[in-house]
């Protein structure tokens, strides 16, 4: 039986102003060890929900939507990217997906949210970014942003991303109709505009004290995810690995996964990683600030988010 249907209007459409001043808990931060980490909101992806579960049938999926009070159809996939401080660099894990795509005009506010943080994009010295899909660069294809970057920035990605792009293969992915294409273009995009300042890796590369990366492969043939570990303490910023539903069913397959056998055993190693250590995990496409502990819950995880603190 379907249940009340919540009102789909954007929350945060009715107080405060618009733009720079507008009324959202858009930044959240944390420290780790000595190293300081920021989760920003790039805003909302809507997306069908038949995305999420490309493997199990209607009925289990509809549950698990009913069961959160969401709609059976859609759903506002939340889109984060990182800003960390260790020592002198600071790094930005990720871009958001820029302004052009008119159905996504409910994301694209990174540069707006850094800027009314006070942070200046020239004294970003590193970028990672975890993949080439358009919502991760799409932020940096944005007209004029490179010119406000320093001309030295180094833009991590793993040069099996890179490869695959070139010839990039959708044949396992399961996609609205007008997405690949607008992937691809994104992809080439990045590439063009940046190909002096990418610097590739192969398996993992050190950013900045306690701050690395690695590929996972999966959600992309070379996907990674950016590990930060400070005297003790760490935070794995897994980008796509998981999902929203993927603490309760690790092995529901997402749409967006170009390997999606590999992407679900990279969730599960993660999630287990993380239950087993307890370090903390942020992803890109969890409820913002996204950040939690992972629990095991029988044949799945519970996600515990932080306890703000302000
Ligand atoms: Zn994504």
Known sequence: ??????????????????????????????????????????GILPLPTSTMSTNVSEADRNEWFDGRFLQRDMFDWALNIALVRSGERLILIDSGVGDGFEYFSRAG?????????????????????THMHMDHVGGLNVEGVKEKLRPDVRIHVSSAEVKFWKN???????????????????????????????????????????????????????????????????????????????????????????????AAAVRIGLLNDAAETG??????????????????AGKGFRFVPVQWDY
């Not at 420290?31 to 909101?41: H, L, Q, W």
């Not at 942020?282 to 095991?296: E, R, Y």
Request: aromatic share 6%.
């Open 109 to 129: 506010r990174s540069v707006m949210r850094l800027e009314s943080a006070g942070i200046d994009l020239a004294a970003i010295t590193d970028i990672v970014i």
């Open 279 to 296: 370090s903390l995990l942020a992803a890109t496409h969890v409820a913002f600030p996204s950040i939690g502990h992972i629990a095991k």
């Open 1 to 42: 039986m379907s249940k009340t249907i919540r009102n789909v209007q954007p929350v945060t459409a009715n107080l405060g102003k618009e733009g720079s001043g507008e009324f959202v808990p858009a930044r959240y931060a944390v420290r780790i060890g000595e190293v300081d980490v920021a989760m920003i909101s790039d």
């Open 168 to 262: 990039p293969d959708f044949s396992r992915t399961v996609m609205p109709e007008a997405v690949p294409p607008a992937l691809r273009k994104a992809a080439a995009r990045f590439v063009e505009l940046y190909s002096e300042s990418i610097v590739q890796f192969d398996r993992t590369v050190e950013v900045a004290p306690g701050v690395s990366a690695r590929v996972t492969g999966g959600h992309t043939p070379g996907h990674c995810v950016v590990d930060i570990a400070s005297n003790g303490e760490k935070l794995t910023f897994v980008g796509d690995a998981i999902f929203e539903v993927g603490f309760d069913n690790p092995e529901w397959q997402n749409g967006f996964e170009h390997e999606p056998e590999v």
